[in-house]
């Protein structure tokens, strides 16, 4: 079983975990209706940019990360200065590295939703006289809403696993932004803690294969059955 060290590690991964979520989502959600639904000059752009982080290595976007967010950042000081919210050396900045890592799994996920939804039946509605936002509301989000869970979920274990952008945006800092992949990176440093790291491990396993198989389990009641990986 773990010991408390371990499960200060888990809980602050869950947090972490849970606000990249949050932060992410709606933002996902945007991205994937414009990529699904819109037309627009500079959508393959735009599409590239949301999958940058897929393709860039993880230490390149902390760096950026770090240049953005960062106290003498532009957004990191506007933050600082209007809202009082730090990121360097914060779990909040860990929760932001999650969030953009996730962001572009949770895009694919969301935007397969979207596109699953026969636009027949929201013409039908509209034809019937139903508004834009009551067609969306009654008809399209409760038909992509597997794919939104999906992908939040999808995003969630991808959050979970995040290494390469936390450690360089806001270091390894037991109790503040060590989570699970610092902290067995961390054991794996110390001769004799091998016991530690097959605990973390196992926790990390078991966190990300159930959220792996329930995303999956959700984005097959989208009406195609595809996956989101």
């Known amino acids: 079983m773990p010991g408390p060290e371990e499960w200060e590690v888990i809980r602050l991964s869950l947090k972490v975990s849970a606000m990249a979520v949050g932060l992410s989502l709606p933002l996902a959600f945007a991205m994937a209706w414009a990529l699904a639904r819109g037309r627009f000059p500079g959508k393959v752009l735009l599409d590239a940019l949301v999958h940058l982080p897929l393709?860039?290595?993880?230490?390149?976007?902390?760096?950026?990360?770090?240049?953005?967010?960062?106290?003498?950042?532009?957004?990191?000081?506007?933050?600082?200065?209007?809202?009082?919210?730090?990121?360097?050396?914060?779990?909040?900045?860990?929760?932001?590295?999650?969030?953009?890592?996730?962001?572009?799994?949770?895009?694919?996920?969301?935007?397969?939703?979207?596109?699953?939804?026969?636009?027949?039946?929201?013409?039908?509605?509209?034809?019937?006289?139903?508004?834009?936002?009551?067609?969306?509301?009654?008809?399209?989000?409760p038909l992509a809403l597997p794919g939104v869970i999906a992908g939040a979920v999808l995003g969630f274990a991808r959050s979970l696993g995040e290494f390469g952008a936390t450690i360089t945006f806001v270091s390894n800092i037991p109790g503040e932004t060590q989570t699970l992949p610092l902290a067995i990176y961390s054991a794996l440093q110390i001769p004799g803690a091998e016991p530690q790291v097959v605990r973390l491990v196992a926790v990390s396993v078991l966190l990300s294969l159930g959220a792996l198989v329930a995303s999956e389990a959700l984005a097959r009641r989208t009406g195609r059955g595809g996956h989101v990986l």
């Open 55 to 141: 393709v860039l290595p993880p230490v390149v976007t902390g760096w950026f990360l770090l240049i953005a967010f960062g106290p003498q950042g532009p957004a990191g000081h506007l933050l600082e200065a209007t809202l009082g919210l730090t990121f360097l050396f914060r779990w909040t900045g860990a929760a932001l590295a999650a969030a953009v890592m996730a962001l572009p799994l949770m895009v694919r996920a969301i935007r397969l939703s979207l596109e699953a939804v026969d636009p027949k039946l929201e013409q039908a509605a509209m034809t019937l006289g139903a508004s834009r936002w009551r067609t969306f509301r009654t008809i399209t989000l």
